[in-house]
Structures are given as structure tokens and as C-alpha cells.
């Protein structure tokens, strides 16, 4: 399933997925990847400077991540164009949700400004069965 939110022309697509190969549930540990789609529709390039999670596990309350850009790079993205990548997290539960913003530069004018990452929901398939 596919979540996405568009926040001033640029898109933000997540696919999550439960990862079996590296989840132990008998230890509490749900992994799940998510492949995010950054899509400038916009009229200007963009940077991402920086990202802020808040991650929600059932049971176990909210963690907030925070750091800058995303997996080690501060991608600049044309106009028309995206940038795609993949990371993972690790829940307790198996069951919560994930949210957050990115903080982009507006590389013509050099303001910063937010853009949402939509809500997306975890489930791990050994507790959906």
C-alpha cells in the first residue's frame, strides 16, 4: 500500500513493508523497510537539509528521530525530477505507525521551508494473520 502527501508541489510517496527475513517476534523485534519517493512539482529546486521523525509503537509510546538529510545525503532535486531511497525500523510491538517532515531549501531563493511525510501504518504480517 502506498501513502503519499503533497506539501507546497512536492510529493512524498511511502511504500512500507515488513521485512521477515531480519524480524525475530519471539524477541520483539518487527523490522520494516519503507522505499520514499521525494517528487518535485514544483517550480524551483529543492534540497533536503534535514528530516524529523515521530515513530509510534503500540505499547511502547513515541520515539522522535531527527537528523540531518536522509541516509547520509542532502539531495538536491530539479524541478520534474525525484529522488528515491530506502531505510528501515525496528518496532516492538510489530504494530505502530510513522510520520514526520523533511526541511528543504528552496535552492533559488535559499529559504528553508517543511514539507510532510504522510502517516503510514506497520503491521507485521505475523500478527495480521
Known amino acids: 500500500m502506498m501513502f503519499s502527501k503533497m506539501t507546497s508541489n512536492i510529493k512524498v510517496s511511502v511504500v512500507p513493508e515488513y ?66 531511497y530506502f531505510s528501515n525500523v525496528m518496532l516492538r510491538s510489530g504494530v505502530g505507525n510513522m510520520s514526520g517532515k523533511y526541511l528543504v531549501r528552496n535552492m533559488d531563493t535559499q529559504e528553508n521551508f517543511e514539507i510532510d511525510i504522510p502517516k503510514f501504518n506497520l503491521l507485521s504480517e505475523v500478527l495480521s494473520n
Do not use: C, M, Q
Not at 514544483?42 to 533536503?48: E, H, R, T, Y
Not at 538529510?69 to 538536491?76: A, K, R, S
Open 19 to 84: 521485512d521477515s527475513k531480519n524480524s525475530y517476534p519471539s524477541e520483539n523485534r518487527h523490522v520494516f523497510k519503507y522505499h520514499i519517493t521525494i517528487e518535485n512539482d514544483g517550480s524551483f529546486p529543492i534540497k533536503v537539509i534535514k528530516r524529523k521523525w515521530l515513530i509510534f509503537d503500540v505499547g511502547f509510546g513515541y520515539t522522535e528521530i531527527t537528523g540531518d538529510g536522509v541516509i547520509g545525503l542532502t539531495p538536491e532535486i530539479a524541478v520534474g525530477e525525484n529522488f528515491t
